[in-house]
């Protein structure tokens, strides 16, 4: 009913139209969001080998298998959102200039993510934080900005690409 109402006055004055060329129109743009998720399904599956050396299982521990799954798959869908959003709003013709293979580890990543959802693997999630952190160190270098690498302070403690502020 609203949405006819209003759409009878913009027959007749029409609004102005309002639009953005990307959905951050501010430009922060930051792949430390994806670094973290990536890190967190590195943890949630170090978190699930845990419980499956148990020789007994419990209750509790099948609870917690459930939702360290449910966790593991929802980092590794924001981490294929978080590089979305960086390569399909930020990356343009001169980023895409500087690392024409851009498109090809965006789509590792995606093929990494997924695989992380679909498995309970170490090597799978480590991978992904591998592909993670050579697309930060490549956004850092669109930027002009030096990067470092340092373990995170924090399990599952494994190398993270941090720009050198």
Same mark, same amino acid.
Request: glycine share 2%.
């Given at each position: 009913m609203i949405h006819r109402l209003l759409s009878k006055i913009d027959a007749r004055r029409p609004f102005?139209? /309002?639009?953005?060329?990307c959905d951050i129109p501010c430009k922060i743009y930051d792949p430390f969001s994806?670094? +973290?998720?990536?890190?967190? #399904? @590195?943890? *949630?599956?170090? +978190?699930?080998d845990e419980i499956a050396a148990k020789d007994?299982?419990?209750?509790?521990? &099948? /609870?917690q298998i459930s939702r360290l799954i449910g966790e593991k798959e929802t980092h590794a869908e924001k981490?294929? &959102?978080?590089?979305? #959003? @960086?390569?399909?709003?930020? *990356?343009k013709a001169p980023q895409f200039e500087k690392f024409p293979d851009?498109?090809?580890l965006v789509h590792k990543i995606m093929l990494a993510g997924s695989g992380c959802k679909q498995h309970v693997s170490r090597e799978k999630a480590?991978? +992904?934080?591998t592909l993670v952190n050579e697309f930060a160190e490549r956004f850092?270098?669109?930027?002009?900005?030096?990067?470092?690498?340092a373990t995170c302070p924090y399990p599952p403690a494994e190398e993270v690409v941090y720009p050198a502020l």
């Open positions: 102005n139209t /309002a639009s953005a060329h994806a670094q +973290l998720a990536a890190l967190s #399904v @590195i943890r *949630f599956v170090d +978190l699930l007994t299982h419990t209750f509790a521990d &099948q /609870a981490v294929k &959102q978080e590089v979305r #959003v @960086i390569w399909g709003d930020y *990356f851009t498109h090809e480590m991978e +992904l934080l850092w270098a669109t930027k002009d900005v030096a990067t470092k690498k």
